[in-house]
Nanobody, 126 residues
């Protein structure tokens, strides 16, 4: 049974940074594509960033230049470094992983992913 376990959320002031981690465990699953999504209160879940093995990174326009997605394949882990945080970044952040090989334009779609983490809260407030 594959599980994605997230860590690193918390409360920070605007302008500060947070790094989220998400590790896949269970079986021999090795994700081809990783993604981060977020959901603010009263809003729908939205795509934040994704990365395909060996190529292809995508970001939500509003986080470009501030967030960086990266992986450590040896640890089956994906990271989301979030810098210059803004109050509008406040949300529950979910990691996702998939074994299939979506085209770049499909990496922002939830259906491209097979497994999801439980979510971690990030609150940006002064």
């Amino acid at each position: 049974q594959v599980q994605l376990v997230e860590s690193g959320g918390g409360s920070v002031q605007p302008g500060n940074s947070v790094r989220l981690s998400c590790e896949a465990s269970g079986g021999s699953f090795s994700p081809y594509v990783w993604g981060w999504f977020r959901q603010a209160p009263g809003e729908e879940r939205e795509f934040v960033a994704s990365i395909r093995r060996n190529s292809g990174i995508s970001y939500l326009d509003s986080v470009k230049g501030r967030f960086v997605i990266s992986t450590d394949n040896a640890k089956n882990t994906v990271y989301l470094q979030m810098n210059s945080l803004k109050p509008e970044d406040t949300a529950i952040y979910y990691c996702a992983a998939g074994a299939r090989r979506p085209i770049i334009s499909a990496m922002s779609l939830p259906r491209s992913y097979d497994y999801w983490g439980q979510g971690t809260q990030v609150t940006v407030s002064s």
